[in-house]
C-alpha cells in the first residue's frame, strides 16, 4: 500500500514558489465561498509516520488561507475530564461547523492504531474500534460533512535520517523523544496496523490519501491540490454524498400498516392506528394515600442509589419525551427534588440556536454529556429528528430514516462507556390533553405553558403516534430501554417513572 509513497519525490523550491500564489488565491477563493454559503463543514485528519510533516502541513494551511475560519485541533492524551466521557466527546465538541474547516492532528484512529500496536487490544476489538470509526464517519458525512484524510508517510530509513536531522539541531531536538524512537523500532507493526486502518476506512465519504512527506515542497503541494480538488468538485455538486440506499425502505417499514389486509385505501395508507402507544391503560391511577407513600419510598432509595453511583463513579442519563401537556415536568421535579443539586442538571430542549443548526443535530447533545457520577436529564432530546423534525417535515424522509441507526450508535457508545441511560415516553390520551390545554388557559400562572404551536401539534396527533410507534420498534434496545409511561393519571405516572429509574439503578450497582 505505502509502495507509493517512497519513490522519494521532490519539487524544487523554484517551482514550488511559482506555483505558490495561484493556489493561496484558490484555497482563499474557495474557503470564502465555504464560509458564505455554509452549507457543511470540511473535516480534514492528519495522520501518519512520526516526522512525516503533519503539523507542518496544518501550519501552512493556516498560512495560506484564513485562520480565522478554521478550526486546529491537536488531540493528546485524555483528560480526566475527557476519561469521564465517551471517546468520541471530545471529538464531537471540537468539530467544525458548517461553513469553516477543521484542520485535526491524532484525532480518533490514534488510539486504535497505538492500542494494537502495543498489543493492548485484540483483532476483534480492533475492528470493531473501526466499525465504530466507519460509523462515525458515516454519520458526520450523511449529514453533508466532507471528510479528507492524510496519511503523511515515510519509509522506515527516511523516517531515521528525519529524526537524526531533527536531534541534530538545536532548535529542533526537542521534537524527538524516547517514544518517537520507540515508535521507530515498531515501524513495521505501526506501517501494517495502519494499512488495515486505511483499507477497512477509506470510504467515497471519508477517503484517505496516502502522502509521500519527505520533501516539504512536494507534499505540500500535493495536500493543497488535493483540498482544491475535492472543494471544487463538492461545490460543483459533483462529491456530494449520495444519499442512503436503505432509507425509503426504512422510511417505508417504519409506518404502521392497516390492520384490514382487504382495505380498498392505496398501498400503506393508515386505516386504524394500532400502535405502541394505543395498548397503553391510560386508565390507570393511583389513590392519593399510595402516592404518598409510594414517592416517599422512591425518593428516598434514589437518593442512596445516586451516592452509590456517585461513589463508583456512574453517571446516569435520563431522557423525557411525551405529549405536550403530558406530565414530564412534573415527573422531572420529582426526580431532582429527590437529588443533591450539584450532582443533577435538566437540559431543556428546544429549537436549535444559529449555533447549533451549524453543526450536526447530535453535537449539542454530546456537549451536555455528564461527568462521571452525575446525573444529566434531557426535557427533550435527540428524537426531535424523528418526532418533530419527521412529521413537522423539518427534516427529510432521508435525513430521518437514517437517524435511527445514528440515534443507536451515539447510544450505544453512551452505554458501553458505563453510562445508565433510560428513556421515558409519557403518554395521555387525547381527551386528557385536551382538558389540560383548557385547565392551563384558565389559570394564570400555568397560561405561559399553552402556545399556538401546541394546538398546533395537536391537530396532527395520528402524524406524531405514528412516529413515536416507529421509534420504539427501532430505537428500545436491552441497553437503552424506552419506558412507556401511562400519563393521564399524574400521581401514576410520577410513581412509575421513579420506580423504573430506581430498578434501573439498583441492577446496574450490582
Request: one cysteine or more.
Amino acid at each position: 500500500m505505502f509502495e507509493t509513497a517512497e519513490l522519494g519525490q521532490k519539487v524544487s523550491k523554484t517551482d514550488f514558489k511559482k506555483r505558490e500564489p495561484a493556489l493561496r488565491e484558490a484555497l482563499l477563493t474557495l474557503q470564502n465561498s465555504l464560509r458564505q454559503s455554509a452549507k457543511y463543514p470540511v473535516i480534514i485528519l492528519f495522520a501518519g509516520v512520526d516526522g512525516a510533516g503533519k503539523s507542518e502541513t496544518v501550519n501552512l494551511l493556516n498560512e495560506w488561507m484564513d485562520p480565522r475560519w478554521i478550526v486546529t485541533r491537536a488531540f493528546g492524551a485524555p483528560s480526566d475530564e475527557t476519561r469521564e466521557r465517551p471517546e468520541y466527546w471530545r471529538f464531537w465538541l471540537n468539530l467544525p461547523p458548517k461553513g469553516r474547516i477543521g484542520l485535526l492532528l491524532s484525532a480518533w484512529y490514534s488510539n486504535p492504531l497505538l492500542r494494537r500496536v502495543y498489543g493492548k487490544s485484540s483483532g476483534t476489538e480492533f475492528e470493531k474500534r473501526l466499525e465504530d470509526i466507519l460509523d462515525f464517519e458515516k454519520t458526520l458525512a450523511d449529514e453533508g460533512a466532507l471528510i479528507l484524510k492524510f496519511w503523511m508517510h515515510l519509509d522506515k530509513k527516511a523516517q531515521k535520517k528525519r529524526l537524526e536531522a531533527f536531534e541534530a539541531d538545536p532548535l529542533l531536538n526537542w521534537r524527538v523523544t524516547q517514544k518517537d524512537w520507540k515508535h521507530w523500532r515498531l515501524y513495521d507493526k505501526f506501517t501494517s496496523t495502519a494499512e488495515r486502518i486505511i483499507s477497512r476506512t477509506s470510504t467515497g465519504q471519508a477517503p484517505w490519501f496516502i502522502v509521500e512527506g519527505w520533501d516539504h515542497e512536494y507534499r505540500s503541494l500535493r495536500v493543497v491540490e488535493i483540498i482544491l480538488e475535492t472543494l471544487r468538485m463538492r461545490m460543483n455538486g459533483s462529491a456530494k454524498h449520495s444519499p442512503s440506499e436503505t432509507a425509503s425502505n426504512e422510511a417505508e417499514s417504519s409506518r404502521p400498516k392497516p390492520d384490514n389486509p382487504s382495505s380498498t385505501e392505496e398501498p400503506g395508507a393508515i386505516t386504524e392506528h394500532i400502535t405502541v402507544l394505543s395498548k397503553l391503560d391510560t386508565s390507570r391511577k393511583l389513590e392519593s394515600k399510595a402516592y404518598k407513600k409510594s414517592l416517599a419510598k422512591y425518593q428516598g432509595q434514589l437518593n442512596l442509589l445516586q451516592r452509590k453511583a456517585k461513589e463508583k463513579n456512574v453517571s446516569t442519563i435520563l431522557v423525557f419525551e411525551g405529549w405536550d401537556a403530558g406530565g414530564k415536568g412534573g415527573a422531572i421535579r420529582r426526580i431532582t427534588s429527590a437529588l443533591d443539586a450539584r450532582e443533577a442538571q435538566v437540559i431543556p430542549i428546544a429549537a436549535p440556536t444559529d449555533e447549533e443548526k451549524a453543526h450536526h443535530y447530535l453535537w449539542r447533545f454530546w456537549r451536555h454529556l455528564p461527568r462521571a457520577g452525575r446525573i444529566t436529564i434531557f426535557d427533550r432530546s435527540w428524537y426531535g429528528r424523528v418526532l418533530v423534525e419527521r412529521v413537522e417535515r423539518f427534516a427529510t424522509e432521508e435525513e430521518w430514516a437514517r437517524a435511527y441507526a445514528e440515534i443507536n450508535a451515539f447510544e450505544r457508545q453512551l452505554v458501553e462507556h458505563g453510562v445508565i441511560l433510560l428513556k421515558f415516553w409519557l403518554h395521555i390520551s387525547k381527551d386528557e390533553q385536551l382538558r389540560r390545554f383548557k385547565a392551563r388557559e384558565e389559570t394564570s400562572f400555568k397560561r405561559w405553558k399553552i402556545t399556538d404551536e401546541d394546538w398546533r401539534n395537536r391537530e396532527k396527533w395520528d402524524d406524531y403516534e405514528t412516529a413515536v410507534h416507529a421509534m420504539v420498534e427501532r430505537t428500545s434496545t436491552q441497553a437503552a430501554p424506552w419506558v412507556l409511561v401511562e400519563g393521564n393519571d399524574k400521581k401514576f405516572s410520577r410513581v412509575k417513572v421513579l420506580r423504573a429509574l430506581c430498578e434501573r439503578l439498583e441492577s446496574s450497582m450490582k
